[in-house]
Structure formats: C-alpha cells, structure tokens
C-alpha cells in the first residue's frame, strides 16, 4: 500500500513558477513509477509527466508542458517533484501525482495504482 499527498500548489500570476511535491509512504517507493496528471473543470483527467523507478531515472512529458515542466524524485526522501516554469492560464488544474507498479511508469491513468487527493494550481492571465 502506498499514500500519495501532494502540496506546493496555489495562485500565480502567468510567467511565474512553482514546485509541486507528492510525498510517499512505504518502503518500496523505489519500485514504482511516479507520474503527475491534471483535471480541469469539465475535463478529463490528462497526462503531464512520468518518471521511471530511479532518481534521476527516464522522463517523458506532454507536448504542452516539454520545455517548461521538470519532474524528478528523490528515493531517499520518498518524494516526486513537478518544477513548473513559464506558467500558463491554461496550466490551471488540480494536480495530482500517482504510482504504478512498473518501474519504467505509465502514460495512462488506468495502469496506475494510487493517487493523492491533489493539489491546486491557478495561474492568472
């Protein structure tokens, strides 16, 4: 079992940056792939970034975010981060980061087994 909470998000002005957190619990941590995904009002929940089972492991991004988003994980702290630069109003979404039981991590929603609770990111114009 693993518990998924994330925290950094809130208001920023477009151009601004934030860093998402999503802290796990469990000892096997490491042995999962970790991802983020975001939901819009009256959207579906869609794919923003994965990362596979190592710090520093392989990475994938949307096209909407590559050059602009980082994600990266720190075994030791059991902790995923999503940096977020040259924010956008059409990033505003809650954010939620999820684990799957693959080490090389999904683009899929449906494959992952936990997800937090989320957290806000607004970014106005």
């Known amino acids: 079992q693993v518990q998924l909470v994330e925290s950094g998000g809130g208001l920023v002005q477009a151009g601004g940056s934030l860093r998402l957190s999503c802290a796990a619990s469990?000892?096997?941590?490491?042995?999962?792939?970790m991802g983020w995904f975001r939901q819009a009002p009256g959207t579906e929940r869609e794919f923003v970034a994965v990362?596979?089972?190592?710090?520093?492991?392989?990475?994938y991004y949307t096209d909407s975010v590559k050059g602009r988003f980082t994600i990266s994980r720190d075994n030791a702290k059991n902790t995923v981060y999503l940096q977020m630069n040259s924010l956008k109003p059409e990033d505003t979404a809650l954010y939620y980061c999820?684990?799957?039981?693959?080490?090389?991590?999904?683009?899929?929603?449906?494959?992952?087994?936990?997800w937090g609770q989320g957290t806000q990111v607004t970014v106005s114009s």
């Open positions: 999820a684990a799957v039981d693959n080490p090389m991590g999904s683009r899929w929603s449906r494959e992952y087994d936990y």
């Open positions: 469990g000892r096997t941590f490491s042995r999962y792939g």
């Open positions: 990362i596979s089972w190592s710090s520093g492991g392989v990475t």
